[in-house]
């Protein structure tokens, strides 16, 4: 199969999987409804099949993209004043920058081989971000979405659930993509809880005191996901203290709700956690 699209050569390492299926565009930009005041910044254009389509609805919009040979394709394609190329790595990108205008709202289809590393990312901005639509492999969205007790449940799940309302919004078959990519794809809407100003679903689990302390818990807890907590966790929480947040010391990682999470990083970081 030829993975040649529009005489540009797609390019493996950069995750490059283009939407070809004018539906599923639509149903992406339907679903993101940009508003002129937004301020929108897209993940990798690639060729603008999301792109375009979003400069119809928005004055202006910033993107962040890597491959110097797409950026010059934009460039080419619409001036400076329209679209502002942010030329680099998302993963090193610095979204907080883009926020104090209108509504931050980022959007994208995600190239899949750093999808988990960008998620882990953006949530140091989640404070200034109003949405998120992306598209992401399946797999990943089962997991971004996995309940206590399921075998999808992971540290990807606690993370996001703690700072985001999740909905998964339209599955995406190979055939929508060139070159089609081996997996199936969703696309998913991230709200951050403190959205629910904005009329989303009330915030359903206490604010953490110590939100790095939080995050350490829970990439411990995970580390070795079949083992017990007690265990997992040695040297960080005791069994005694486990119990005093009213969670099984013989409990494994994934059968935690991120209440039962917030409790016990509450706990360890009054307990002076170590
Ligand atoms: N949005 C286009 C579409 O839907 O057809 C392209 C999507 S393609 C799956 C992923 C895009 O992300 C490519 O344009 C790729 O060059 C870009 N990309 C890959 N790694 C990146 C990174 N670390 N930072 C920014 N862009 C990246």
Not at 21 to 46: C, F, K, L, N, S
């Amino acid at each position: 199969m030829s993975r040649r699209i529009e005489g540009h050569a797609a390019r493996r390492r950069f995750g490059q999987n283009f939407l070809v299926d004018a539906d599923i565009i639509h149903a992406i930009i339907a679903a993101i409804a940009p508003r002129a005041d937004d301020t929108v910044v897209e993940i990798g254009p690639g060729l603008g099949a999301l792109t375009g389509p979003l400069l119809e609805r928005l004055p202006h919009l910033q993107v962040v993209e890597i491959d110097r040979d797409l950026i010059g394709r934009l460039r080419q394609r619409w001036p400076a004043e329209r679209l502002t190329i942010h030329a680099g790595d998302a993963l090193a990108f610095d979204f907080g920058q883009l926020a104090g205008g209108g509504r931050l709202r980022i959007v994208g289809n995600l190239p899949y081989n750093i999808s988990g590393p960008l998620l882990f990312h953006l949530l140091g901005f989640a404070h200034a971000i109003h949405d998120l639509h992306f598209m992401l492999q399946k797999e990943v969205v089962d997991r971004m979405v996995a309940a206590p007790g399921t075998t999808d449940r992971g540290r990807l799940s606690v993370m996001l659930q703690y700072h985001f309302h999740i909905e998964r919004l339209l599955d995406v078959p190979p055939e929508s993509f060139a070159p089609a990519p081996k997996v199936d794809s969703a696309v998913v809407r991230l709200m951050p809880w403190r959205g629910a100003a904005a009329g989303a679903t009330a915030h359903p689990h206490p604010v953490v005191r110590d939100a790095a302390l939080f995050a350490r818990l829970v990439a411990s807890a995970f580390a070795q996901r079949r083992k017990m907590l007690r265990n997992t966790l040695r040297g960080l929480a005791d069994s005694a203290l486990l119990e005093a947040a009213g969670i099984a010391p013989t409990a494994r990682a994934e059968e935690l709700g991120v209440a039962d999470f917030v409790r016990l990083a509450d706990l360890l970081s009054t307990h002076g956690g170590r």
